[in-house]
């Protein structure tokens, strides 16, 4: 059985449904989990336990990973999120706004849109969004992932590629970045 069921992707499996689930309950559930694998070892074969083990799992894991988010991200968590999005454009405009007349090229002005006025706008909507909820900002990260993948997808010709690459990366890395700095902030206070 073992060489079906290897002990240490045993432990992994546990600790995502562990992850998952409800903290009140999970000991008592995985425990359920695990008695019920040892019960069939005795009378059925290792390869209909383990088949039988992967099919809870697969049943189990949309459930609670919808259950899980659910519990994570509520709807002042999605509030928060759109607030710092929100608050984000207005911090990248008023940036632009005062950035943008220090220089005549266009690639300086794109680099000083994207790279000071974006990235920080974010890094800072995320440093809030996760003062406040700290399940906002990976959610913020999602809403700039699709803000610019839309952008990519709908305006091909609007700005150069690099430009929407850059701000599909670094735009959606920089509020994880800004949660990572609030962490950071709290830990030292």
Same mark, same amino acid.
């Given at each position: %059985?073992?060489? *079906? ?5 045993? &432990?992994? %499996? ?16 995985? +425990? =359920?989990?695990?008695?019920? *694998?040892?019960?069939? /070892? ?12 992967? %099919? ?16 994570? #991200?509520? #709807? ?6 759109? @607030?710092?999005? $929100?608050? @984000? +454009?207005? &911090? ?14 266009? #690639?300086?002005?794109? &680099? ?5 006025? +974006? ?6 909507? +995320? ?5 406040? *909820? ?10 700039? $992932?699709?803000? @610019? ?5 709908? =305006?091909?010709? !609007?700005?150069? /590629?690099?430009?929407? !690459? ?6 959606? /890395? @920089?509020?994880?970045? !800004?949660?990572? /700095? ?8």
């Amino acid at each position: %059985m073992e060489a *079906r069921m290897n002990p240490s992707i045993l &432990v992994r %499996m546990q600790g995502i449904l562990a992850w998952l689930m409800p903290s009140a309950h999970a000991e008592a559930l995985l +425990g =359920d989990l695990l008695e019920e *694998r040892r019960l069939r /070892l005795h009378v059925s074969s290792p390869a209909s336990v383990a088949r039988w083990y992967w %099919m809870q799992l697969a049943s189990s894991l949309p459930v609670l990973l919808w259950a899980s988010l659910q519990r994570r #991200f509520s #709807f002042f968590t999605l509030v928060a999120a759109i @607030a710092s999005y $929100f608050a @984000a +454009g207005g &911090v990248a405009f008023v940036l632009r706004a005062a950035l943008s007349p220090m220089t005549t090229s266009t #690639f300086v002005r794109t &680099v000083i849109d994207i790279l000071l006025c +974006g990235v920080i706008a974010m890094t800072a909507a +995320g440093y809030v969004a996760a003062l406040i *909820r700290p399940g906002a900002a990976p959610l913020l990260a999602v809403l700039v $992932f699709v803000a @610019a993948s839309l952008m990519v997808a709908f =305006d091909p010709d !609007g700005v150069p /590629l690099w430009y929407e !690459g850059s701000f599909l990366v670094l735009g959606s /890395l @920089a509020p994880i970045a !800004g949660a990572a /700095l609030s962490r950071r902030w709290r830990k030292a206070c």
